[in-house]
């Protein structure tokens, strides 16, 4: 979001631009410390400073605010990623420290929320029904940002999208023991199996027909 400059008015597209903001981050900072049951939209809004009617103009409804929070994580977390995937080298030396940055994002804010979510709409219809295309979206956003992180090595064989599917649900689970056991060793046999797995996949001749070419004789 641009501010506007030192001294310069700021108009109603600014102020609204700039509730919205201080209401997603204190959505995201709460619904990370504290959880869902922690995240009610009084605490949002004492920690963003503003009204209850602020709060309701922006989203008529407290799943919104949470499924937009996520919108936000999701947006850092891209970032990031893409960011350090930037220093990752080419070619088949570039799925080991892939594999290693994707594990590491899930251990980092937008799991744990995304973690409070799917728990609490397990019981809230509500919540639920906003829930499951949104997640939708963005899984299908992460296995496309996994396969730029991971390179050409596999993203070029014609079963990639299964391989990103069993490789992020199987971080998913993982990173679910976290949640009671926080200080686990982030690496352990899990990473192995999955470099291996993934290495296994990527080395597979590619059978002629199915978008790829016969191994050379």
Known sequence: MTSAPPGARRTQADRRATTRAALLQATVGSLVELGYAGTTTAEVQRRAGVSKGALTHHFAAKADLLLAAMDVLYDAFTADVRQAASHLPGGAARVRPAIALLWEQFRGPLFTAAMELWVAARTDPTLRAALLPHERRLGAQLRALAREVVGEEVARHPNAEAAYAVLL?????????????????????????????????????????????????
Do not use: I, K, N
């Open 169 to 217: 649900t199987s971080m998913r689970g993982q990173a679910m023991t976290y949640a009671l056991q926080p200080d686990a060793p982030v690496a352990g046999p899990h990473l192995e199996h999955w470099y291996a797995l993934v290495e296994a996949f990527a080395a597979t001749p590619r059978r002629p027909g199915r978008g790829g070419r016969p191994p050379a004789s």
